[in-house]
């Protein structure tokens, strides 16, 4: 069962789409604008032309070989072995000479399984330990369990929705729990996350029998309010790594760095909004044809890939693909990639959405993702023409 699936009912939290029903002064629906013109967001903001995103993501030209094509498959019908221990080999050389530069390069074109944790730890903190993570991880969970917060309960009912409905995550329940609990709870939070992102920490009233004035604190203590899916941040993490001391610290560097700029609206140049803005562009320059129909049929473009962009396709596509692309944000220090992929679903469905008689088909047709392979799309979209070297 995916995100896109869930009824409206099903959970107390809000769902990504939220913002939709009553977007800024600067936004309109989608339903209104497809009657008279394509695009929903219709302020003036700066986004990467195609040649810009194509020299951000260079390393993922098809010539290339990449982690995610060549470890999967091969003319030949199996992965490259080869190509496999030449990048795990790369990867331990880079780690152990601590380089985050040649970390970041090696990330463009995909981690190898077995070290991708590391690569990440290293490219997200570079300066913290494995010692410094336990640390962390158990004086925040020190904190939980002193305190009880009603956004706790909220934050639980999701990972208890998604652990009961996606096979993929059921195991991981107590890990997941665990880390979404500590996000709530992190006080060094604040600190860490994206100047800019958007987020505005709500404030609450605290009243004691022992203190004579009531004090206004920051509630959550981490800023964070969990929405419906925000427990998908956290479950490809789990398979990096068996312990949730380790998985926290790769959500906190994650979530600090990116997805804190995913669920919050902003002008930030690599905020919701400009991604949202970025999806328009590339799909009006590349496929016209699609965006004239989706006008024609009145689709509400941003309902469906808004889910996508505020989880980063975790939860739609298969951990493995999420974890392919997440590479690629780490790489390239962008969540670029995620628009581009969002466009990139939408050509390869191309087809079947010029073929749709109403918006009702176009949502099915978009609706499951379980299949799609992340960056074979990534390619297809930014470079098409390329072919690789014999």
Known sequence: MTPATWRSGSQPCAAPTTWLRAPPSAMKSARTLARQWWGAIRVQLAVKSTGELRALMADLDSRYPQVGVEDQFTNAGGPDAAFVEARLKLG???????????????????????LRADMWELALCPVETAATH????????????????LVDKLALLDVKHICDFDDNYFIFYSVIRDAVIALNHDLELPNLITPGCGII?????????????????????????????????????????????????????????????????????????????????????????????????????????????????????????VLL??????????????????????????????????????????????????????????????????
């Not at 991880?137 to 009880?148: H, N, P």
């Not at 590349?286 to 939860?315: K, M, T």
């Not at 379980?370 to 023409?385: D, E, V």
């Open 92 to 114: 331990q050389q880079a780690l152990a000479a601590n380089d985050l530069a040649r970390i970041m390069a090696l990330c463009r074109q995909g981690c190898p399984t077995s």
């Open 134 to 149: 336990a640390d962390t991880f158990d004086q925040i969970m020190r904190s939980v369990q002193r305190t009880d917060l």
């Open 201 to 321: 920490p709500a404030k609450a009233t605290v009243r004691s029998s022992t203190a004579p004035e009531p004090v206004v604190v920051q509630y959550p203590p981490s800023g964070f309010i969990p929405f419906r899916g925000s427990s998908y941040y956290v479950t490809p993490l789990c398979f990096l790594s068996a312990s949730p001391a380790r998985v926290y610290s790769l959500l906190r560097g994650m979530y600090s760095r990116y997805f804190c700029l995913l669920h919050t609206i902003s002008s930030h140049p690599q905020g919701l909004v400009r991604l949202c803005l970025l999806f328009e562009t590339l799909l009006h320059t590349h496929q016209p044809l699609i965006c004239a129909r989706l006008v024609e049929l009145g689709v509400d473009h941003l309902s469906i890939i808004v889910p996508w962009l505020v989880q980063a396709f975790s939860g739609f596509l298969e951990p493995l693909q």
């Open 325 to 390: 692309l997440w590479d690629r944000v780490v790489g390239c220090d962008s969540l670029e990639p995620l628009a581009v992929l969002a466009a990139a679903i939408f050509a390869f469905r191309k087809q079947r959405i010029m073929a749709a008689t109403h918006k009702s088909e176009v949502c099915r047709v978009l609706a499951d993702l379980r299949g799609l392979l992340s960056i074979p799309l990534l390619q297809f979209c930014l470079f098409p023409q390329a072919e690789r070297p014999a």
